[in-house]
């Protein structure tokens, strides 16, 4: 199983992007997905997270600005992010809670991450 994330790169304050991340492999089913971020000198953290059913959560810090998707057909998650501000700027990593058919068991995968920059 492999996550491939797409969508950083740099932006002004106030501007949008929209970041994917795609899982693929030899899947039996698609739990959690999400998206962290780790920013210079700092500790990575949750940025948003959706359940298979379509529940999400969302860090205080994006909250009505962040909005989590995904299309269970296609195992994608998306983050559209709205009025970033430089305080987003980090490495955005994405991150899926997957059943292989190998494993039959739930196991925690990571994507190679994906840099964010918000210019002020």
């Known amino acids: 199983v492999q996550l491939q994330a797409f969508g950083g790169g740099l932006v002004q304050a106030g501007g949008s992007l929209r970041l994917s991340c795609a899982a693929s492999?030899?899947?039996?089913?698609?739990?959690?997905m999400g998206w962290y971020r780790q920013a210079p000198g700092k500790q990575r953290e949750l940025v948003a997270l959706?359940?298979?059913?379509?529940?999400?959560n969302y860090a205080d810090s994006v909250k009505g600005r962040f909005n989590i998707s995904r299309d269970n057909a296609k195992n994608t998650v998306y983050l559209q992010m709205n009025s970033l501000k430089p305080d987003d700027t980090a490495v955005y990593y994405c991150n899926a809670v997957v059943t292989p058919h190998e494993l039959g068991y739930p196991y925690t995968y990571w994507g190679q991450g994906t840099e964010v920059t918000v210019s002020s």
């Open positions: 492999g030899s899947i039996f089913s698609v739990d959690y």
């Open positions: 959706i359940r298979s059913g379509g529940s999400t």
